[in-house]
């Protein structure tokens, strides 16, 4: 379970979505309520370390955003 503050349901939607292409996830979801911070539930494979698990799919979700980023600077030139 991890808690995450202050972000939106897009956030934490493409976060789990980039949890569930990751090596080792069984298993990602969401609950994000307005009394509570957002939690992200994740269900990992044995042998599989959670923080390498969460760096990859936080890597491919920056390059994903950055990608995205680029395209629209290009269509504002």
Do not use: M, W
Not at 42 to 62: E, P, V
């Amino acid at each position: 379970e991890l808690t995450i503050e202050g972000q939106s349901h897009g956030f934490c939607n493409l976060l789990v979505k980039h949890l569930l292409h990751t090596e080792g996830v069984i298993s990602a979801a969401y609950k994000s309520t307005e009394l509570e911070p957002s939690k992200v539930f994740i269900q990992i494979r044995d042998n599989f370390d959670i923080k390498t698990i969460l760096q990859k799919s936080i890597g491919s979700f920056r390059e994903e955003v950055t990608s995205a980023q680029k395209l629209f600077e290009q269509l504002l030139r």
